[in-house]
């Protein structure tokens, strides 16, 4: 899996930041099949459906997917999504920081 590519986004950059979320989209989608392959069916929300000039609804089914496959998985409740501000720089890096180590965490639990 290419974390890089979740982590590597500069604040601002639109561009970048569509890259980001079609990665993003792409791994959860890894995520979801590999959960179904294995008997597990979480719900699957449209977080591939993102509008980078208003991020707030898909922040919130994104949040509201990693909780769900936190839970399926066993793994510790992923820190609230929702707590930081995209607006703010530094908040924007801790939420990728953070958000990479959930992937990471995921990933390992799934074997991939």
């Known amino acids: 899996m290419n974390f890089d590519a979740l982590s590597f986004v500069k604040f601002g950059?639109?561009?970048?930041?569509?890259?980001?979320?079609?990665?993003?989209?792409?791994?959860?989608?890894?995520?979801?099949?590999?959960?179904?392959?294995s008997n597990r069916l979480v719900s699957k929300y449209p977080i591939?459906?993102?509008?980078?000039?208003?991020?707030?609804?898909?922040?919130?089914?994104?949040?509201?997917?990693?909780?769900?496959?936190?839970?399926?998985l066993l793994l510790d409740n992923p820190f609230n999504l929702l707590d930081m501000d995209w607006n703010v720089e530094a908040d924007f890096y801790e939420w990728l920081g953070v958000h990479q180590a959930i992937h990471q965490q995921i990933a390992e639990a799934l074997g991939l």
């Open 48 to 72: 591939m459906d993102a509008d980078v000039d208003n991020l707030d609804d898909w922040l919130l089914i994104h949040n509201q997917e990693h909780q769900v496959i936190a839970s399926t």
């Open 13 to 37: 950059d639109k561009d970048n930041l569509k890259e980001f979320l079609f990665e993003n989209g792409m791994q959860h989608q890894l995520f979801y099949q590999t959960l179904a392959d």
